[in-house]
């Protein structure tokens, strides 16, 4: 097991140096000198060397890899070439709205998910199985921010259970904070848990058919107790790699349904940093979301070998 | 034919006509602004009704499913012309070197949703419809080179491809001549999927600005366009957004009838 | 008074009919077979019994257990009986357990489930159970992973669940097939010894006559869903009323007539041939551990000799086969055909490769589904520079086809369109269109019922005296082997440890482990010549 969580962690590490390395090499070789834009056209040159210098852009491209990558490991993302405030605070403000409405999704869509793959897979071909899969097909086909949308008009501007959008900050009270991101979760998780519901079904099925199903129904346990017994923790394994990309799903969806919501999350921060051509605002919010991705799915890894024992052994 | 085939062949095939009928005709023209007659709801001129700027909605509709039929489709065929031959190529050493590099590779590449390639993308070049074709194509190649690795890898283990090395062909040969025709369903299966999976992408992307820019006309642009206007004129949101569940429902069904037509066991991978 | 009693049971599924009124009975303490060819319904009498059938099943007729019919049985009914009264023993023991439970925990749940004992005592038994069946518990803790057991020892943890709540009836689904001869005799001598210990009914289904031969007190003799023949197995073996009986006994006694060897000159030299694997790494750093998978292994093969190379699985008999096929490379020694060697220069002698030719095991799975036989059966031209076409092509399909008994227009067809013995034979005319010296047998009569497989060795065997071919024959079986070779390796441990002619032996042997494969073989008794001498005068 040891073994195990080792080999994953060296592989964790090594996907992040890669893609902190494709991420920053690709900012680089964008058009256009930050200094200049941001100090206008016509900034005298002495001035735009004196803010090249400020921001470190002087220095050769290993160096300053090195102090992006170094400053993030210290927790300082640098300085926003726009705001002129650390980054390091601007997305920590931004990510208390969008780490928490990804979490709530992706609850809401494993709560969803899981009762109704399970319920389809143990009526396989019945009336209730065909209306979870009927449901399903047509989850998978909205798309959330449109579904947001149609959120957004049944239930805040005809019903006004809801308000529109907008974020009252968690200072004002958790649960004013949770009402408001509600709406959203539920868009990013719907159609999230339609492919998952899929996922739970198709793999129990597959499960239900194995030998060792057979086995315990010879051993006298009922079609339901072998399911629940035997079935479910094998049929987990594949819906434990899903729930893991969806994840990084959960995650960019957030991005676009913030748009939707007017909330203040990272979204809202990186369309504006594109605008604005913020390249390090932009560079460090991408980093961020794809460690977050890299992180959950070592969690995954870990969470196979927790249900599965071949793996503990395997090394 | 299974019902899901021929409901989903004619969906697919009713949008795919009128992406193509919209290139000599449409109802309306799609640049011609007419603000006095914004917002109409669905009436006789106008069977979809209008948009903010008085343009007909069908118009629209039509010349914006060429925008997504050709995103999602160069989308699948970036991912299909990279993926499958890495897929073949891994699994033909398979537990090598190359094996190991492919494998990490489409690891790391999962690592960065579609969206997060368009938003680099976009930073650095500015946003366009080539952007969301680069965005979703590089995510589809693991896609793709994934299942084509784990289907090639079971037949490898098979007789007849051993029967093949014993007849003196080489691992491409057997890869081309034996292995490829065997994982064909799968990845014509596959593709509609990623089509139907590139549609919805590519709606997102443009919904966000990063897509086809105006005055190009593209499903996500007209949602975005019709956000405000909601409370005013639902239809301006409702049609758009039922166009692009029609397709993706009918590329999914079309998928699923495909499944179903060529070999119930196939594996495919949703995510 | 018997503890079952099958009466006209008819079985079909979505109509179509899969038993045809049979009727069979069990008492305490007897052992019953049923026997017969793969579509027998044998084992869907087993899983009738159970009540485990498919969806859309109709059965008619009763299954009498004890007082009870089964057939009237509602499901909670069924699952009370089912662990507690009946135990089943399945076939393949690598998938009949649950790879993410302990084997204790599964031996448990049987008890368990029927609220038989409390969890202490459930685990005493457990361990009791486990002891009884040869996996005791200093050796085998509860807390085992299934993936941490051998195939055989597998087999044992199902057989514990079996008997964990001492069932009267016990059914055994071809309980010894997947396993070593070795294995098997051990499996065999267990469940003959608990059914005699608690006085348990064995329902044992097989399609092996020889193991049926030795265990069962009664035999039953099946065919498309039906009983031809009923009664005491000496009896049945004796007497053979129904000729399909016959035609079984003697398929599986079957000696094809090979002809003398002519065994001249060399054609096949492998030379202190060593073969190493890389296991996974025991460390994140340094070098990955080699497994020595075959160990310095000579042996030579004689032009128009027919030689078997007998292992049980893992001996690494697969390992050197591939090596002489050109497959992989050697990593000490040299094997080389005719004089050349079979590898060079990093890859497969292509010169070599046409003098030699490969039967695989799974007739199943040793063709592209989508291709027709012509195309299959060419795929050796391949290896010659000037490969023959138009009309010279034609021919030699047709003659390659008619040499294993198909007819030309068979050519045509998709491979779908044959049974497993018919592909194995389009398997051997795919070997033999390109005129080899050898021909490599990888267990190519093994997944075949025992009538093809008599047929199919004939077949070998006329072929080799036809064209003088020379035949390495790689089984498990060494029965198998016995009729169709001058000769016999017996491997062991990546190395061969007898190396004689084939009747020395199996009337000799001198290897303590080739003893053991031999005693452990299951035999037909020799019943046709004891008969008239057992016959009373009349």
């Not at chain 3, 390109?434 to 093809?452: N, T, Y």
């Amino acid at each position: 097991m040891l073994r195990y969580t080792l080999k994953r962690l060296a592989s964790l590490v090594v996907s992040l140096i890669v893609a902190s390395v494709v991420i920053f090499t690709v900012v680089e070789i964008a058009p256009g000198d930050p200094a200049s834009f941001m100090l206008g056209i016509n900034a005298q040159p002495d001035t735009v060397a004196a803010l090249r210098a400020e921001l470190g852009l002087d220095q050769s491209k290993l160096d300053r890899y090195l102090d992006w990558v170094g400053g993030m490991l210290t927790g300082d993302f640098g300085t926003s070439y726009t705001y002129r405030a650390p980054v390091a605070q601007m997305i920590a403000d931004r990510l208390w709205v969008s780490l928490p409405l990804a979490l709530y999704a992706l609850t809401l869509s494993t709560v969803i998910a899981f009762p109704a793959g399970i319920f389809a897979a143990a009526r396989r071909g019945g009336v209730g199985d065909l209306s979870v899969t009927g449901a399903t097909q047509l989850g998978v086909a909205i798309p959330n921010f449109w579904f947001a949308m149609m959120l957004v008009l049944i239930f805040a501007i005809n019903l006004r259970w809801f308000s529109a959008g907008g974020f009252p900050g968690w200072d004002r009270g958790f649960w004013g904070g949770m009402k408001a991101l509600t709406l959203p979760a539920i868009a990013l998780a719907l159609p999230q848990a339609a492919i998952l519901t899929r996922v739970m079904r198709s793999s129990l099925l597959d499960i239900l058919g194995e030998d060792f199903i057979r086995t315990a129904r010879a051993k006298g346990l009922s079609a339901r107790q072998a399911l629940w017994r035997h079935g479910l923790r094998n049929a987990l394994i594949p819906v434990l790699t899903i729930i893991g990309l969806q994840f990084a799903f959960l995650l960019a969806g957030a991005i676009i349904i913030e748009q939707v919501f007017f909330l203040p999350g990272l979204g809202r921060l990186i369309f504006q940093a594109i605008t604005q051509r913020d390249l390090i605002v932009v560079e460090s919010v991408v980093m961020l979301l794809v460690f977050a991705v890299i992180v959950v799915n070592f969690v995954v890894d870990l969470a196979y070998a927790a249900v599965d024992p071949r793996l503990r052994t395997r090394a | 034919m299974s019902r899901n085939l021929i409901l989903g062949g004619t969906l697919t095939l009713v949008f795919v006509l009128a992406a193509l009928l919209s290139f000599v005709w449409t109802p309306d023209g799609v640049e011609a602004m007419n603000i006095a007659g914004r917002l109409k709801p669905p009436n006789a001129d106008n069977l979809l009704g209008t948009d903010h700027f008085g343009r007909d909605i069908l118009s629209m509709l039509m010349v914006g499913a060429r925008t997504s039929i050709a995103v999602a489709l160069v989308a699948v065929g970036i991912g299909m012309g990279i993926g499958v031959p890495l897929g073949l190529a891994a699994a033909a050493r398979s537990g090598g070197m190359l094996d190991e590099v492919i494998m990490r590779m489409n690891d790391l590449i999962f690592a960065f949703p579609s969206l997060v390639i368009a938003i680099l993308i976009t930073a650095v070049f500015g946003p366009s419809a080539t952007n969301a074709i680069i965005a979703i194509g590089i995510f589809n190649i693991p896609v793709f080179a994934r299942i084509t690795r784990g289907t090639a890898l079971s037949l490898w283990k098979r007789e007849f491809i051993m029967a093949a090395r014993v007849a003196g062909k080489t691992r491409t040969r057997i890869s081309v001549e034996h292995i490829l025709p065997n994982v064909a369903n799968l990845l014509i299966v596959q593709g509609t999927i990623q089509f139907s999976l590139g549609i919805l992408a590519e709606a997102g992307l443009s919904y966000v600005g990063l897509g086809a820019q105006p005055p190009i006309p593209s499903w996500g642009r007209m949602l975005a366009d019709a956000q405000t206007m909601v409370a005013l004129a639902p239809h301006v949101a409702l049609i758009p957004g039922l166009t692009i569940v029609a397709m993706v429902l009918g590329l999914n069904l079309l998928g699923d009838g495909l499944r179903d037509a060529l070999d119930p066991r196939l594996k495919v991978a949703r995510t | 008074m018997s503890l079952l009693d099958i009466r006209d049971l008819t079985l079909s599924i979505h109509g179509k009919e899969i038993l045809k009124g049979i009727s069979l009975s069990l008492a305490e303490g007897e052992i019953v077979a049923l026997t017969g060819e793969s579509g027998s319904g044998k084992s869907m009498t087993a899983f009738a019994t159970m009540g485990l059938v498919p969806k859309g099943t109709e059965m008619r007729g009763a299954i009498h257990f004890g007082k009870t019919n089964l057939l009237t049985l509602t499901e909670p009914q069924m699952c009370d009986l089912r662990g507690r009264e009946i135990g089943m023993v399945f076939q393949e023991p690598m998938t009949a357990l649950n790879p993410v439970q302990t084997i204790g925990a599964q031996v448990m749940e049987t008890i368990l489930v029927h609220d038989a004992m409390t969890p202490a005592r459930a685990e005493e038994r457990a361990r009791d159970v486990l002891d009884r069946v040869g996996l005791p518990s200093d050796r085998f803790p509860l807390g085992r992973y299934p993936h941490e057991l051998s195939g055989g020892q597998r087999q044992r943890v199902v057989i514990a669940m079996a008997i964990a709540l001492r069932p009267r009836l016990l059914i055994a689904d071809e309980p010894t097939t997947a396993l070593d001869v070795t294995t098997q005799a051990q499996i065999l001598d267990l469940l003959k010894d608990l059914v005699r210990e608690q006085n348990m009914a064995l329902m044992m289904i097989t399609h092996d006559l020889a193991v049926v031969s030795d265990l069962a007190d009664t035999l039953n003799v099946m065919r498309h869903g039906e009983i031809l023949e009923c009664g005491p197995t000496g009896q049945v073996l004796r007497e053979m009323r129904h000729p399909y009986t016959r035609q079984l006994f003697e398929a599986s006694r079957h000696e094809a007539n090979l002809g003398a060897a002519k065994a001249d000159d060399v054609l096949l030299s492998v030379q202190d041939v060593s073969r190493d694997y890389p296991l996974p790494r025991t460390s994140l750093f340094g070098s990955r551990p080699q497994f020595r998978a075959v160990k310095q292994v000579s042996f030579d093969i004689k032009r128009g000799e027919r030689v078997g190379l007998v292992g049980e699985s893992g001996c690494g008999k697969s390992t050197l086969t591939r090596a002489i096929l050109g497959l992989e490379p050697v990593q000490e020694g040299h094997i080389t055909l005719d004089g050349d060697p079979v590898w060079q220069d990093g890859h497969a002698n292509l010169t070599v490769r046409r003098k030699m030719q490969v039967v695989f095991q799974d007739p199943y799975g040793s063709f592209n589904p989508r291709h027709r036989v012509a195309r299959l059966i060419t795929e050796p031209f391949h290896l010659l520079p000037d490969p023959p076409s138009g009309a010279k092509r034609d021919t030699a399909i047709a003659d390659a086809l008619a040499a294993v008994g198909l007819r030309p227009e068979d050519a045509d067809k998709h491979i779908h369109a044959f049974s497993g013995g018919q592909r194995q034979r389009i398997a051997i005319a795919r070997a033999l269109i390109i005129r080899p010296e050898l021909i490599v047998f990888d267990e190519a009569v093994s997944a075949l019922d025992v009538r093809v497989r008599a047929q199919i060795l004939d077949l070998m065997a006329d072929l080799s005296r036809d064209y003088g071919l020379t035949y390495l024959f790689i089984s498990h079986d060494l029965s198998v082997v016995r009729s169709i070779t001058d000769r016999v390796l017996v491997m062991r441990a990546g190395e061969i440890v007898e190396d004689r002619p084939t009747s020395d032996i199996f009337d000799n042997p001198r290897h303590p482990y080739t003893r053991s494969l031999i005693d452990a073989a299951p035999q037909l008794p020799d019943f046709q010549e004891t008969q008239d001498a057992a016959l009373p005068a009349l």
